[in-house]
């Protein structure tokens, strides 16, 4: 499990925008992702259209008054889940003060998780204070998000030191990468900074984030640039970046993909709902004598993962039946059938998708 912090105590350099867009990049590629929202503005939570001021979150995990699994809200977008902020973050400083381990408990918390996620993504707030300590702690990568000004640069140093001396206290060695954002190819000063950028002795990404208009816009929807605007050039940048920093995860991710259930079936799928348990309603999905090899199913039941745990599959007698349990309600799905997602041949019932596509709709 990667843990990556986004970290700079300079605002407005885009750390939110980077933590957002990089996790929703990750779960469109099928990627499990936890992302937290570190930041007492609550920014990550509200950019994925998630009212954190109302809900239990990241303060309210430390403090022990809710279970990791109490704060997590599932599937805010494909592949992502979320530990929400809100104001009473602000509070955190003084409460980890207090705790005899105070730089580690987010680390510890996060070691529960170990297995249940591809990638964990830290959205700091913009303070070095404890919050940021905890997740430079836990983390093993570190990409510090800067944009172009003079500023940006002076505030690079300090944290260099911050994250020097954290290093050689606790003896970790997480691998720290500047991020340009907000780059303009078109002016000079971009240009010199970027330059700047490389002569420093910190590793900076090849990536850089260009200057667009969809990323506020993408935010003011409270939806990533994956679901806001999927073919936008910005958009291409984050899947550049994730492609950088997380290759060889993502590449693991697709195998695992690919490697779908070996079949015999004839007839188009079929869904439809069985049996009822304690409001969980069992749903089977049969494909009987089809022309294709392996099919998988992904939807809002199951977090968009292909045939991610909760899904049984069962193969008798050439038809193969896939069950899944789910409460009552609409749900949206696809299946992946030999490795291309599609909308279920045989369910006429669909919507159309971000991508131009249709999923399929289910009512359990
Ligand atoms: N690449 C970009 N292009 C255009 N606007 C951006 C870009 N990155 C960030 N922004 C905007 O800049 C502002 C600050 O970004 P944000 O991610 O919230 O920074 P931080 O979390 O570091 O405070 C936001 O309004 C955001 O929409
Ligand atoms: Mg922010």
């Given at each position: 499990m990667h843990i990556i912090a986004i970290v700079n105590q300079k605002g407005g350099c885009g750390k939110t925008t980077t933590a957002i867009n990089l996790s929703a990049t990750l779960g469109q590629q099928n990627a499990r992702?936890?992302?937290?929202?570190?930041?007492?503005?609550?920014?990550?939570s509200l950019g994925l259209g998630v009212?954190?001021?109302?809900?239990?979150?990241?303060?309210?995990?430390?403090?022990?008054?809710?279970?990791l699994d109490e704060v997590i809200q599932s599937g805010v977008t494909r592949g992502v889940d979320l530990i929400?902020?809100?104001?009473?973050?602000?509070?955190?400083?003084?409460?980890?003060?207090?705790?005899?381990?105070?730089?580690?408990?987010?680390?510890?918390?996060?070691?529960?998780?170990?297995?249940?996620?591809?990638?964990?993504?830290?959205d700091c707030p913009p303070a070095l204070g404890l919050l940021s300590v905890n997740?430079?702690?836990?983390?093993?990568?570190?990409?510090?998000?800067?944009?172009?000004?003079?500023?940006?640069?002076?505030?690079?140093?300090?944290?260099?030191?911050?994250?020097?001396?954290?290093?050689?206290q606790y003896d970790i060695q997480p691998s720290v990468t500047l991020l340009a954002n907000m780059f303009d190819v078109r002016t000079r000063i971009a240009r010199n900074m970027f330059e700047m950028l490389e002569s420093l002795p910190t590793d900076l990404c090849a990536t850089r984030i260009r200057n667009s208009v969809r990323?506020?816009?993408?935010?003011?929807?409270?939806?990533?640039?994956?679901?806001?605007?999927?073919?936008?050039?910005?958009?291409?940048?984050?899947?550049?970046?994730?492609?950088?920093?997380?290759?060889?995860?993502?590449?693991?991710?697709?195998?695992?993909?690919?490697?779908?259930?070996?079949?015999?079936?004839?007839?188009?799928?079929?869904?439809?709902?069985?049996?009822?348990?304690?409001?969980?309603k069992e749903v089977v999905f049969r494909f009987d004598n089809t022309k294709f090899k392996r099919?998988?199913?992904?939807?809002?039941?199951?977090?968009?993962?292909?045939?991610?745990?909760?899904?049984?599959?069962?193969?008798?007698?050439?038809?193969?039946q896939k069950k899944l349990r789910v409460s009552p309600g609409g749900y949206e799905y696809r299946l992946v059938i030999d490795g291309v997602w599609?909308?279920?041949?045989?369910?006429?019932?669909?919507?159309?998708n971000n991508m131009g596509e249709y999923n399929s709709l289910i009512n359990v």
């Open positions: 992702v936890l992302l937290i929202d570190m930041d007492p503005q609550g920014h990550a009212a954190g001021a109302e809900l239990a979150g990241l303060y309210e995990l430390l403090k022990g008054e809710y279970r929400p902020g809100n104001i009473s973050l602000a509070a955190a400083e003084h409460l980890l003060a207090e705790r005899p381990d105070r730089d580690r408990q987010l680390a510890q918390h996060l070691a529960t998780l170990e297995g249940r996620y591809d990638c964990v993504v830290l997740a430079l702690r836990a983390a093993d990568r570190v990409v510090i998000p800067v944009e172009p000004s003079l500023y940006s640069l002076d505030g690079i140093e300090r944290l260099r030191e911050t994250i020097h001396l954290l290093a050689s990323v506020r816009e993408a935010a003011c929807h409270g939806a990533p640039l994956t679901d806001h605007a999927p073919r936008a050039p910005v958009t291409g940048d984050f899947r550049e970046l994730a492609e950088e920093l997380l290759g060889s995860m993502l590449q693991r991710v697709r195998s695992e993909k690919a490697q779908a259930i070996e079949m015999q079936p004839d007839n188009p799928p079929a869904a439809r709902k069985v049996d009822e348990t304690h409001n969980l099919v998988q199913i992904a939807g809002e039941f199951n977090n968009w993962i292909p045939d991610d745990k909760d899904v049984e599959t069962e193969i008798r007698d050439g038809s193969v599609q909308q279920d041949p045989a369910n006429p019932e669909a919507t159309p």
